[in-house]
């Protein structure tokens, strides 16, 4: 998020909370009376399926609007839960809406940043629409630049929308065939 926003946002009547890793921070079907803006740590934005799974829908770390959306929703349409230990300044979605009916300019970067998140959705949608999870982490990939690290794998599975298990063999299946790789390099040059 933009800077200026972030100033518009932090200069609005606010509660500061810490959530633990964990804790839900609202749950879907709740009243939208607040709006997160997570300070420190890492909140998931998360729907759950009618067979237990989960999907990332929004990783939302510093300077990230939890469900933005929800400014102009009455009820979160999804679960967010603390991904680690999380501070968020809660802001009253009200003094919120006010602020965007009232300041062409946060709302003009208001809506920027919502079609940045419309694009990101987008990539999303694709990446779950193929297939096997060796296209869909290729396609995460190719987003992020670079591997996930070892510790995000269960955060990265839920984002791709696989289980931790299937992303954990197609990463092992990657560092066998890079082992091969080297291997076969190595003897060539022997």
Not at 15 to 31: A, E, N
Not at 147 to 154: A, E, R
């Amino acid at each position: 998020m933009i800077e200026i926003m972030l100033d518009y946002l932090r200069s609005l009547p606010h509660s500061m909370r810490t959530f633990r890793k964990g804790q839900y921070l609202f749950h879907q079907g709740d009243p939208v009376d607040l709006m997160f803006l997570v300070e420190n740590g890492e909140a998931l934005l998360l729907r759950r399926h009618r067979d237990g799974s989960l999907v990332v829908l929004q990783r939302a770390t510093s300077g990230a609007v939890l469900a933005e959306a929800s400014l102009f929703s009455s009820v979160y349409h999804c679960d967010a839960i603390a991904n680690t230990r999380v501070v968020v300044r809660l802001i009253l979605r009200i003094k919120m809406k006010e602020l965007f009916e009232t300041n062409v300019t946060f709302a003009s970067n208001w809506a920027s940043h919502l079609a940045d998140e419309v694009r990101h959705a987008r990539l999303r949608a694709e990446i779950l629409s193929l297939k096997t999870v060796s296209e869909r982490l290729n396609a995460w990939i190719a987003n992020a630049g670079c591997l996930p690290t070892k510790g995000s794998w269960k955060a990265t599975a839920q984002e791709i929308g696989t289980s931790a298990e299937a992303l954990y063999r197609e990463m092992a299946r990657r560092k066998r065939f890079s082992r091969g790789l080297k291997t076969q390099s190595t003897s060539r040059q022997l």
